[in-house]
């Protein structure tokens, strides 16, 4: 019997690789100016080194940060601050200031210029080590320098019951994740 699909055409294909986690991204200008970026093509690439791949595109003020300063970080929001993230997502930092915007507080990272957003509950303090043009977006890779997360958060995983954390599907649509845990056979 033949399976019953539909066609997705156009932009919108890679919504079938959806839901995924949604992180706001931390940079600086030359003159230390920190900007927010909301992203969800953010992914590991290697253990050792250490490394994180975030895909920009040319057309973000964030891109252009990134490639002048060459650090970032990664900080993981939960759904407490659904409304803010979406911000840093739909407004370009050409134009504003995100943290005074938002009311989102930034705190010193501890091995880079830009700052951490208190808010968060994770962060991945990374700096530049490659960058490679992929279509109409950059793959910035970055290698992770330090990588902290709140106490109650994590204990060798997410404590799902405690922190909700944002997976976009697409457009102005998100999600979480309900606490069941599954372990397969081996
Ligand atoms: C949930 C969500 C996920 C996003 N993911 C990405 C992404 O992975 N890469 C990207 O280039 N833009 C992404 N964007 C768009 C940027 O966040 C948006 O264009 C932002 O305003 C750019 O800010 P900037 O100009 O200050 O850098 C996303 C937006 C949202 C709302």
Partial sequence: MEKSTIDIVGPSFFRLLHPK???????VDEAERA????????????????????SISPSRHSHG????TKEFVINIPTTEILNEMFFCGRKSGKDIDKFRETGLTPLPARKVKPPIIKECVTFLECKLFNQVPTGDHTLFIGEVLAAYVDKDAFNKTYD????????HMGGNQ???LNPEIMTPET
Avoid: G, Q, R
Wanted: charged share 10%; proline share 7%.
């Fill in 21 to 27: 986690l949604t992180v706001l991204l931390t940079c």
């Fill in 35 to 54: 900007n927010i970026i909301t992203l969800a093509w953010a992914i590991p690439t290697s253990i050792n080194p250490p490394l994180i791949a975030v």
């Fill in 65 to 68: 940060l990134i490639e002048k």
């Fill in 160 to 167: 799902l019951e405690k922190i909700k954390l944002i997976y």
């Fill in 174 to 176: 998100f999600t979480t």
